[in-house]
């Protein structure tokens, strides 16, 4: 069989414009549905330059070929992903000693277990595999024992049943699980490095079709995860015994490069992972000012991460904290109150927790098997996962979820959360206006610094807003996006060219006062506890609106080095300017805290690593400017911000060599050993299909 391709098909990512794809026609997109097909992809020469992709979530191009496109999961889903669980290495090539030493009950408790699954599986499915509890049915149809019926059938134990969950994860399950560690992608867990530090082993096609088995020396798997022998009994009769190569080293350097490489060293079919018994997570939330508390980020003993779970007065969780707090984000307003002096920030701390019997988010992230083996997916497909709007707990019962429907996710979908936003603005200015200045709601104080006349001065210009705001009410159109009905206010509420300033300066305090009721609508003060999955993955899979059409960057810092602060004080800064010429970002900054990389060019380069996410509508005006801003500021050398390598990343070479290599001699430090590792895979560069013009312009080559 021919392997599945598209001729002169288009090509974009999830966040294009839907209008506009990003590139109209590709020579080739190819659609492969085995090791076996990869392999002949990546042997046939006729085929050009190659390049794999998951779910085309990174804004950054290097899911980009300059020639043919494989892809492991279409995004359309509308052909087939390789998207298997597979059992034929976990646990039938596991090392014979490993497979004692898991059998042993304290080693279990400690140490979780491996999943080994095909490139294409997406973050969420996986994540709902692995809840599901094992059969462990020890005489299966196709004859292949899972993991869990092996060590039953094996060992005696029934321990390996599950469920399992993933040690960290981003804030959203979209991407592919292959697509997601190659390029760095975290979450907000603090005392672990990103979902990348749970690979134990990848299985990599490279260009000429030698397949690469490139397995981790860690500890928690010794003597070694797999066993050479029985991995050459199953995967040298594909290409034969030469194009086949098992590659564990000491020091881990081929694996430390090839797992953050953005697809340059070939495409990954399978990757094994490790995860943990499932837990669950209890989240703290509140609101707070940036400028008051923004100097505890450099102290590590700050309670910022050495909070304690249970305070008095405060949500007692149903079940047992495990550990101390284990994630940190904080997500600055750029829009500024108080007189251009104060920024709102939601600050959200986690902890994990013992499962609970029957956990909260389980049956709304996951929910049910709705087909056994769905052959697009090619696995199980849960009747929630993937499809569902973010979790939202009810606030009367932070054990229940909420009947109603997230308002943010509404927000997105229609425009009533935003008409509900401009209705509390108008009922605050009404009062306002009509008690002459006698009557000031919670907003309004916020926005301004009290006690001045200059709010009153503004009573008049004010009249006049309100009727345009109400005019904006009556005119919302429910085909608009969010950002498009933001943007109309903004220009009625911003206008540079207002020649009256007391007009001026009434839209500037109303255009902050909606920000501010907006914000607080969606960092406000939460306690909740759920399933692991459901506290991390916030992304609402019905939204169609909010997520398109947007642009975002995120720049990692070491959390403690003060340029942190001053990035984030220039973004506000940036802002305050843009207001004042019509434009403003409707966004936000958003600041997430994660432990150190064993990946060579990952962007967590240290022990306490920040990522200042900065997104923005592209449909309001400002919102660009401020992305583009703040790419220019991280790549300044005295800020010294690292770009992610699968959101927008503008770095050039001499960026890349300044910030992972070493200024001596581009031959040492961390980029040095990354290019002597794809030296080996590429045997110097004579298979060098997988080259691309994002890895040339990033310097990711030889
Ligand atoms: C809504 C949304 C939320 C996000 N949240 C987070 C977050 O919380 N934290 C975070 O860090 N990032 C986040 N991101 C960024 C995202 O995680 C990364 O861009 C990720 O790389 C996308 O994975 P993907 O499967 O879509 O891969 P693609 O975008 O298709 O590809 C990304 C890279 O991986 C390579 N690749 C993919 N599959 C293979 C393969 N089989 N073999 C070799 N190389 C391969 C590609 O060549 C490319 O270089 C988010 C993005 C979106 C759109």
């Given at each position: 069989m021919p392997i599945d391709t598209a001729i002169n098909a288009n090509w974009t990512r999830k966040h294009d414009d839907p209008r506009e794809p990003l590139l109209a026609s590709v020579p080739r997109t190819m659609y492969p549905k085995s090791l076996e097909e990869l392999i002949a992809i990546c042997q046939d020469e006729s085929l050009g330059a190659l390049k794999a992709a998951g779910s085309h979530w990174a804004l950054s191009h290097g899911a980009i070929s300059d020639e043919t496109f494989i892809e492991t999961h279409d995004p359309h889903s509308i052909r087939r992903a390789m998207g298997r669980t597979l059992k034929e290495v976990v646990p039938h090539c596991l090392h014979p000693e490993l497979l004692k030493r898991m059998a042993d009950a304290d080693r279990r408790r400690h140490n979780g277990a491996p999943v080994h699954v095909e490139a294409g599986k997406r973050v969420y499915q996986l994540y709902a595999e692995l809840d599901q509890i094992d059969p462990l049915n020890t005489s299966p149809k196709d004859g292949v024992l899972t993991l869990g019926a092996y060590m039953l059938k094996h060992h005696n134990t029934t321990a390996f049943k599950g469920p399992w969950g993933m040690v960290t994860a981003g804030n959203a399950g979209g991407q592919t699980i292959v697509g997601a560690f190659s390029t760095g992608t975290h979450g907000g867990d603090f005392t672990v490095g990103p979902i990348t530090d749970s690979v134990l082993a990848i299985h990599l096609v490279a260009d000429g079709g030698?397949?690469?088995?490139?397995?981790?020396?860690?500890?928690?798997?010794?003597?070694?995860?797999?066993?050479?022998?029985?991995?050459?009994?199953?995967?040298?009769?594909?290409?034969?015994?030469?194009?086949?190569?098992?590659?564990?080293?000491?020091?881990?350097?081929?694996?430390?490069?090839?797992?953050?490489?953005?697809?340059?060293?070939?495409?990954?079919?399978?990757?094994?992972?490790h995860a943990v018994p499932q837990y669950a997570r209890y989240e703290r939330r509140r609101l707070h000012v940036w400028q008051d508390f923004k100097h505890q980020i450099l102290d590590p003993e700050s309670p910022l991460y050495r909070d304690t779970a249970i305070v008095p007065g405060g949500y007692v969780p149903s079940e047992d904290v495990v550990g101390p707090q284990r994630f940190l984000q904080i997500a600055v307003s750029l829009t500024p109150h108080a007189n251009f002096n104060r920024n709102l920030a939601g600050v959200t701390k986690q902890w994990a927790m013992k499962l609970q019997s029957d956990p909260p988010g389980r049956a709304e992230r996951v929910g049910s098997v709705a087909t056994t083996f769905d052959d697009r997916i090619q696995g199980p497909r849960f009747s929630n996962a993937g499809r569902a709007h973010s979790y939202r707990h009810d606030p009367d019962n932070p054990l229940q979820a909420e009947d109603d429907?997230?308002?943010?996710?509404?927000?997105?979908?229609?425009?009533?959360?935003?008409?509900?936003?401009?209705?509390?603005?108008?009922?605050?200015?009404?009062?306002?206006?009509?008690?002459?200045?006698?009557?000031?709601?919670?907003?309004?104080?916020?926005?301004?610094?009290?006690?001045?006349?200059?709010?009153?001065?503004?009573?008049?210009?004010?009249?006049?807003?309100?009727?345009?705001?109400?005019?904006?009410?009556?005119?919302?159109?429910?085909?608009?996006?969010?950002?498009?009905?933001?943007?109309?206010?903004?220009?009625?509420?911003?206008?540079?060219?207002?020649?009256?300033?007391?007009?001026?300066?009434?839209?500037?305090?109303?255009?902050?006062?909606?920000?501010?009721?907006?914000?607080?609508?969606?960092?406000?003060?939460?306690?909740?506890?759920?399933?692991?999955?459901?506290?991390?993955?916030?992304?609402?899979?019905?939204?169609?609106?909010?997520?398109?059409?947007?642009?975002?960057?995120?720049?990692?810092?070491?959390?403690?080095?003060?340029?942190?602060?001053?990035?984030?004080?220039?973004?506000?800064?940036?802002?305050?300017?843009?207001?004042?010429?019509?434009?403003?970002?409707?966004?936000?900054?958003?600041?997430?805290?994660?432990?150190?990389?064993?990946?060579?060019?990952?962007?967590?380069?240290?022990?306490?690593?920040?990522?200042?996410?900065?997104?923005?509508?592209?449909?309001?005006?400002?919102?660009q400017e401020m992305v583009d801003y703040a790419v220019r500021l991280a790549l300044n050398p005295n800020i010294g911000g690292i770009l992610h390598w699968g959101q927008r990343n503008d770095a050039t070479a001499a960026d890349i060599q300044r910030l992972f290599g070493d200024a001596s001699d581009p031959r040492n430090g961390d980029l040095g050993a990354w290019r002597r590792a794809l030296d080996v895979l590429t045997a110097s560069g004579t298979h060098n299909r997988f080259s691309s013009d994002f890895t040339r312009r990033t310097g990711l080559e030889l």
């Open positions: 030698k397949h690469y088995w490139i397995e981790k020396v860690d500890e928690r798997y010794s003597p070694q995860l797999t066993d050479d022998e029985l991995l050459r009994a199953l995967y040298d009769p594909i290409a034969g015994h030469e194009n086949f190569e098992i590659i564990r080293e000491a020091d881990n350097t081929i694996f430390n490069a090839a797992v953050v490489s953005v697809g340059r060293f070939g495409v990954i079919y399978s990757v094994v992972l429907t997230d308002p943010i996710a509404l927000a997105c979908s229609n425009g009533s959360f935003l008409a509900g936003v401009i209705e509390a603005a108008i009922a605050e200015l009404e009062d306002f206006v009509e008690s002459n200045g006698a009557v000031v709601g919670a907003s309004i104080a916020g926005v301004v610094a009290l006690g001045g006349a200059g709010l009153l001065a503004l009573i008049p210009a004010l009249v006049a807003i309100l009727l345009i705001l109400k005019a904006l009410l009556e005119a919302f159109d429910a085909d608009d996006r969010f950002g498009e009905h933001m943007e109309k206010i903004k220009n009625e509420l911003l206008d540079p060219n207002e020649p009256d300033p007391l007009k001026r300066a009434a839209g500037l305090f109303t255009w902050q006062l909606i920000v501010l009721i907006a914000f607080r609508g969606q960092q406000g003060d939460r306690d909740y506890e759920a399933i692991n999955y459901a506290v991390l993955d916030q992304k609402d899979y019905r939204n169609i609106s909010c997520e398109v059409n947007v642009d975002s960057v995120e720049v990692f810092f070491n959390a403690l080095d003060h340029r942190l602060l001053t990035f984030v004080d220039a973004l506000i800064a940036y802002e305050i300017m843009q207001e004042f010429q019509g434009k403003a970002c409707v966004g936000y900054a958003s600041l997430r805290f994660m432990g150190s990389t064993e990946a060579t060019i990952g962007m967590q380069r240290h022990g306490l690593t920040c990522a200042v996410e900065v997104a923005c509508l592209k449909d309001v005006s400002g919102g």
